[in-house]
């Protein structure tokens, strides 16, 4: 008998959430959370000069396994800039270039 997709879908948002609590800590989370709407993690690629930080995580769907994390506080005290995503990153992210160069860049 199969799970129904709406059950299986919160039992994966459980999971993940409380593997991004055991990992990062509770207040991490719950920043990551507010930021996003949503938990994910996975490993950190690289960052750029601007203070942004690229992950990705070959568990998650294609076309939402990579994202880019903006520097800043909370949610509402600063908004999401993705004009300071640079080209290569951008290239990165959008599966334009697959490489990982995290040392390239730096």
């Not at 000069?49 to 396994?65: I, T």
């Amino acid at each position: 008998m199969s799970t129904p997709t709406g059950v299986a879908h919160v039992m994966r948002l459980c999971r993940d959430a409380y593997t991004n609590i055991a990992r990062q800590g509770m207040w991490r989370t719950a920043v990551r959370f507010a930021r996003m709407r949503e938990v994910k993690f996975g490993n950190l690629i690289g960052s750029d000069k601007f203070g942004n930080m690229y992950y990705e995580d070959k568990q998650e769907v294609w076309g939402r396994h990579r994202w880019v994390e903006y520097p800043g506080g909370l949610p509402w005290e600063q908004p999401k800039e993705s004009t300071t995503v640079p080209p290569e990153w951008h290239s990165w992210l959008h599966c334009i270039l697959d490489t990982s160069f995290t040392s390239f860049f730096l």
